[in-house]
């Protein structure tokens, strides 16, 4: 979750606090500066400022099915349903995947018919 | 009770076809019988189990489409548990999520005809519009 949402703090502040507000955010930004030692080719990432300490700005995720318009999720759908399963055979959380909770409910529930029906895996790969 | 369910199930890969047909008309029968109707069967064909499941790791699998009540899936469910080839099934009832469905085409199709008859730049905001309705 806290993944999901700094890069928009980031940039909000970097839009709003325009030139050089590092003196006073530099203290706020608590353990950032020895995250920038561990990453050393940033230019004008220390300028920006505390917050703005991401090299890639993460693209925003959004819900595969409500921008597919995918509404039926069918247990049926291996080739949709494996998409959204880890490699261990796991549901993948909303948080790594953006979809929309409405949708992450009914897929965990298309999962876990077709776990029961043989066609996807409990745990492990689909051997 | 007029309900529709999907019953899916697995028989080992050994079973000879004209065996399959014959659980299958059973099954018709037991339909028919209770007052339900069989609507489709789909016979999915070999396919690789993503576990092993009774020392088995293929299966053919079949999918019937039925219409009744809940009684009549009692029935079929245990038919199938006493059926020794069929090693896994799954019941699920699918009306609802058909009526849910058809909602959304439905509410779909009546937004895009109304920006259709407008000029091009109303139709491409109405997608943006129809999305948190669709998911609500």
């Given at each position: 979750m806290a993944d999901e949402t700094r890069p928009t703090t980031s940039t909000a502040s970097s839009h709003s606090g325009g030139e050089r507000p590092s003196g006073g955010d530099r203290p706020s930004g608590g353990d950032r500066p020895d995250r920038g030692e561990r990453r050393p080719p940033r230019p004008g990432g220390r300028g920006e400022g505390?917050?703005?300490?991401?090299?890639?700005?993460?693209?925003?995720?959004?819900?595969k099915f409500c921008v597919e318009k995918i509404e039926a999720i069918n247990y049926k759908d291996v080739r949709l349903l494996a998409q959204f399963v880890a490699e261990s055979g796991k549901i993948t959380p909303r948080r790594l995947t953006g979809v929309c909770t409405p949708h992450q409910r009914r897929?965990?529930?298309?999962?876990?018919?077709?776990?029961?029906?043989?066609?996807?895996?409990f745990a492990g790969r689909a051997s | 009770?007029?309900?529709?369910?999907?019953?899916?199930?697995?028989?080992?890969?050994?079973?000879?076809?004209?065996e399959q047909d014959k659980l299958i008309s059973t099954l018709e029968?037991?339909?028919?019988?209770?007052?339900?109707?069989?609507?489709?069967?789909?016979?999915?064909?070999?396919?690789?189990?993503?576990?092993?499941?009774?020392?088995?790791?293929?299966?053919?699998?079949?999918l019937l489409t039925v219409e009744g009540g809940g009684g009549l899936i009692h029935e079929l469910e245990r038919r199938l548990r006493v059926t020794e080839p069929v090693i896994k099934f799954l019941t699920v009832r699918i009306d609802e999520e058909q009526k849910r469905l058809d909602k959304i085409k439905a509410i779909r199709d009546s937004r895009r005809?109304?920006?259709?008859?407008?000029?091009?730049?109303?139709?491409?905001?109405?997608?943006?519009?129809?999305?948190p309705a669709a998911t609500a």
């Open positions: 505390g917050p703005g300490g991401r090299k890639f700005f993460r693209r925003k995720k959004v819900c897929l965990s529930s298309a999962i876990k018919q077709a776990r029961n029906i043989a066609l996807l895996p | 009770m007029n309900r529709t369910y999907e019953l899916m199930f697995i028989v080992r890969p050994d079973m000879p076809e004209e029968t037991a339909v028919t019988t209770s007052g339900g109707v069989m609507k489709n069967v789909e016979k999915m064909g070999k396919r690789h189990l993503a576990y092993s499941v009774r020392r088995f790791r293929d299966g053919m699998y079949i005809k109304v920006s259709a008859t407008p000029a091009a730049a109303p139709a491409p905001a109405e997608p943006a519009g129809e999305a």
